[in-house]
Every structure is written in C-alpha cells, then in structure tokens.
C-alpha cells in the first residue's frame, strides 16, 4: 500500500510540477531564442486570443479617445467611427497578437499592448482604401468607409474632411501592424526570467493554473498573468493577461 501511495505521489508531482515546470522552461526559452515553431506547439491559441480580448479592447477604446480628443472636433467623427468598428480593431490587434512573433513581442515588451501605432494605425490604412484594382467598391472596411463618404457628403465639405481626418489619422499611427510585430529582435541582452521574475502562482482548476510574471525581478507587482493548462495531451499556455494600468 505504502509503494502504491509513492508511486501515486510521484506521478502527481511528475504531472503537476515537472512536466509543467518543463513547459514553461520550453516556451520561456522558445521567447528567448525567438523559435517559432516551439511556441506554434506549446501554446493552445484558441484560449490564449480569448484571454487578450478584454485588455486588447480596454486598451483600444483608451487609445481612440485619446486621438479623438487630440484632434478636438475633427476627432468626433472618426473617434466615433472607431468606436462603432471596435470590435473589427480589436481583432486586427489580435491577429497579430496571437502568433508566435506576437507572443514574443508581447513577453518583449513586459505585456505592454501598442495599440497606438498597431492596431489603431493599422486599422485606419485599411479604412483608406476605398477601392479595389478596377476601381469598383470595396467590400469590408473599405466599403464601409464609401457608406461613410456618401454621408457625409450631404454635409457641405463633409466628404474632404472625412478624408482628411482619417489621413491625419493614418499618418501619426501608419506604421504596419504586422511590420512592427515582424522587426528583428534588439542586440541587447536579455535576461532569462528566473524564481525571482515570479510574483504570484495559484491553482485554477484540476488542470491549469496561473503565474504572474514581472519583465523586472524587482518590481513588487506582476507585467502580465500566465495561465498553462492540460490540453491536447500537454501543458500548454493558455492565457496571457497584462496588467492594466
């Protein structure tokens, strides 16, 4: 009895605490080293861009208020389109967000989304294209934008300045989502996360759990939340949260 009770107690720490432990050192590393295809196997994406929804989205409303109001009353009619369409910027910012670059982009930048010149900006250089290659209208957001347009121009002057604020727009946050996810990682060195980068660890289920990391062994509060979880016959990350300021 007493072999079977050993035997059960190793396995329950080979499953819940070396096999885990393993993971984690595997996908830390895969960041590290920037390789891809450790980081396609060892995250469970679906779950992961269902974790980024909420903060992505807190992060873009705060941004498209932020334009609007720099642009004073030009920024109310685009600042209310972006609101209207904030659930298709959200998704831009996902679909970055939740790749391999992504995810190394995101543990680059201690959890910090950029939304300003990423999703925002990136969204908006879609808006302006209003027309495909035999000038016929656009479908999707670009079509959305000639509807926008046809209003505005039972508005004296209202399709000019539909235009010109969306350009203004598009020429502060221009710079390509996928472009800065894609840029090359910096020359300088990077520290390894260790015992000392871990500020949190709870269980939050039989099979899964959350640790909250911080980019600064220093710093008293966690950069971002990690969830790993048993799925697909292995612990994967499931869940990135940062932290909202």
Do not use: C, H
């Not at 660890?201 to 220093?218: C, D, H, R, V």
Request: hydrophobic share 40%.
């Amino acid at each position: 009895m007493k072999k079977l009770l050993l035997v059960i107690t190793i396995l329950a720490l080979a499953f819940y605490a070396a096999w885990p432990a393993y993971s984690l050192y595997q996908i830390g590393d895969g960041i590290q080293t920037r390789q891809e295809p450790v980081l396609e196997r060892k995250v469970a994406w679906a779950p992961l861009r269902e974790s980024l929804r909420e903060p992505v989205s807190e992060r873009v409303k705060k941004e498209i208020a932020k334009q609007s109001k720099r642009y004073g009353t030009e920024g109310i009619l685009v600042g209310t389109l972006a609101t209207e369409l904030t659930p298709q910027i959200v998704n831009e910012v996902l679909d970055a967000y939740v790749t391999p670059k992504g995810v190394i982009k995101l543990a680059n930048q201690g959890g910090e989304i950029d939304v300003a010149k990423m999703g925002v900006g990136n969204f908006f250089q879609k808006l302006g294209e209003t027309s495909g290659e035999d000038g016929a209208p656009k479908e999707g957001i670009g079509g959305i934008l000639d509807t926008v347009k046809e209003i505005a121009k039972q508005i004296p002057g209202g399709e000019k300045f539909v235009v010109g604020t969306i350009n203004k727009y598009t020429k502060d946050l221009g710079k390509s989502l996928q472009d800065d996810i894609s840029e090359p990682a910096s020359n300088a060195k990077k520290e390894p996360y260790g015992l000392a980068n871990i500020k949190s660890f709870e269980f939050t289920g039989p099979l899964s759990f959350e640790i909250g990391l911080s980019k600064k062994p220093s710093a008293k509060k966690a950069d971002i939340v990690a969830g790993m979880s048993f799925i697909d016959n292995d612990w994967k990350l499931s869940k990135l949260v940062p932290r909202l300021e």
